[in-house]
């Protein structure tokens, strides 16, 4: 009897669901965190500039010599300090695959990003999961006991987390980082949008790595560019695993050709978290409960309808948000993403008329 092809896959991944994000055909779509606007003015004259420039025959620049100078420029750090991937994911699955593997925990907190679990459960980590406080934040007194126990290989915080939106306090990094036996990753998708950032911490003797992505405020979603800053020793481990010639050319062109539109960028960032105020306060108004956001997105639990019904009535408004409510303590959670003032307007606009359909 010949065996089903799916025995053939390993044991451990079969059990796994892989990660998803339903998408809807609607007007309005505030449930991935992307960025609302597109690239600015020029930038796409840029990139089409360096593609009449390359060499296709000839492979990418393995280093990324470049790209990383101008990311690290950026942050004040040298190239060394720096790997760039095929997004911020990508650098999650080398970390763990440098840092981790069978045999080694993982540490997450949750709610927290999903792919911190599941990237390390394809990389053989055993994860450990660790909860959040009532209130979504982290207690030092919980983290040591979990530290202690588990004697995790990697722990993944979230900053701003996802989906809670909530910044770890500095005081709470450094806790963790002094703490923890192995490395200490802060994931900084959002990170733009927050009042501090774990990248002053970053030192040459501390385990600390902090990830950023292109997708949110650079508006690169489309393109798949992350990286990742940390100590030289470490960041150059990292590249032990990167696949050869891995980030294309025209990657590294358009990731360099970002880089100079900062300012455009902090004006765009100005605007988002006016926005996030501008719905937050809305929600204020409403029958609904939310979680303070240094983030591009909110968390909201809307009442007294249950959230799966008002994730449907947006839909059929032609507005799609994050249904949140499979994920850890959750239940009846929604997350929006901040869109243009146009397309908040209609999310609020929306919401309001659910919610008051509801009370009526």
């Not at 960032?269 to 029958?287: K, Q, T």
Request: aromatic content about 6%; hydrophobic content about 45%; charged content about 20%.
């Amino acid at each position: 009897m010949t065996r089903p092809l799916r025995d053939l896959v390993r044991p451990d991944l079969r059990v796994l669901a892989g990660y998803h994000s339903p998408q809807v055909e609607v007007d309005v779509r505030l449930n991935t965190n992307e960025s609302p606007l597109p690239p600015p003015e020029g930038f796409a004259d840029d990139v089409a500039k360096a593609v009449t420039g390359l060499e296709w025959h000839r492979y990418p620049d393995r280093s990324a010599w470049a790209l990383r100078a101008a990311i690290g420029e950026l942050h004040g750090v040298g190239p060394e300090q720096v790997l760039a991937a095929n997004g911020s994911n990508e650098v999650l699955q080398i970390i763990c695959l440098t840092c981790g593997g069978a045999g080694r925990r993982v540490l997450t907190f949750e709610p927290t990003f999903a792919m911190h679990g599941q990237i390390a459960r394809t990389t053989q980590c055993t994860v450990v999961e660790g909860e959040r406080s009532e209130d979504f934040t982290l207690d030092p007194a919980e983290v040591d006991r979990l530290v202690l126990e588990a004697d995790p290989a990697i722990t993944f915080l979230c900053s701003p987390n996802n989906p809670t939106g909530l910044i770890e306090p500095r005081s709470l990094v450094e806790h963790v980082v002094a703490a923890a036996p192995g490395v200490v990753v802060v994931d900084e998708a959002y990170g733009q949008f927050a009042s501090w950032s774990a990248l002053d911490l970053v030192e040459p003797d501390a385990a600390l790595l902090v990830t950023r992505t292109y997708s949110k405020t650079w508006a690169m979603a489309a393109a798949r560019l992350g990286y990742v800053v940390g100590p030289a020793e470490l960041i150059a481990e990292l590249h032990k695993v990167v696949l050869p010639y891995h980030l294309d050319s025209l990657k590294q062109a358009a990731g360099m050709a970002a880089l100079r539109y900062r300012a455009e960028m902090d004006e765009r960032i100005a605007l988002l978290v006016e926005e996030r105020g501008r719905i937050a306060a809305a929600f204020s108004e409403m029958d609904v409960d939310h979680w303070p956001s240094d983030a591009n997105f909110l968390l909201f639990r809307p009442r007294p309808i249950d959230g799966d019904a008002v994730w449907q009535a947006l839909v059929d408004r032609s507005v799609l948000v994050r249904n949140t409510a499979s994920w850890p303590r959750l239940a009846g959670c929604l997350r929006v993403t901040v869109g243009t003032p146009a397309e908040n307007g209609r999310f609020l606009a929306a919401l309001t008329e659910i919610l008051g359909g509801a009370s009526a």
